[in-house]
């Protein structure tokens, strides 16, 4: 009966081995099977800015690959990454495009307003601005000279 024992304390010491040395490797494993993961940290999605300049910062795991805009980028030991770009006015889409050693791939897209000063916000058109200058128009083309308003 000692024998007996012997055998099962071996025999589920190894199934116990066995089982850890599997979910360990399943646990380490699982970087492999998420693939790329982009983290964009601030700007926040749909904000408002003032400047132009405006600083895109983020992070990313499992990556062999990285893009902002179709620009490669690059990141550091940690995965943080951090670049500037100008802004035209209006609405601008930054996209930021990852891929990982096994062809997958992520993209994360990031919609900016920029406000600019010098942009006016509303523009007008009166209708006596629109007769004007296409009463202008005509009396040019009578008289035979063309002149553009």
Known sequence: MNS??????????FVVLFAAIIGY????????????IV?????????????????????????TYITLDDRQ??????GHFSEKLLLQP??????????????RSVTKQLG????????PSTITNTGATTAATAT??????SSGTTTRP
């Open 90 to 103: 209006g609405y601008s889409i930054i996209k930021v495009y990852a891929k990982d050693r096994f062809g």
């Open 39 to 63: 983290t964009i940290d601030s700007p926040k999605n749909g904000t408002t800015e003032t400047s132009p300049l405006v600083e895109i910062d983020g992070t990313a795991q499992n990556i």
């Open 4 to 13: 007996d024992a012997r055998f099962y304390i071996k025999t589920l010491g």
């Open 73 to 78: 980028i690059y990141i550091d030991a940690t």
């Open 112 to 119: 900016l307003v920029y406000l600019s000063s010098s942009v």
């Open 136 to 141: 202008a128009s005509q009396e040019a083309t």
């Open 25 to 36: 490797g399943l646990f380490t494993s699982r970087f492999l099977i998420e693939g790329p």
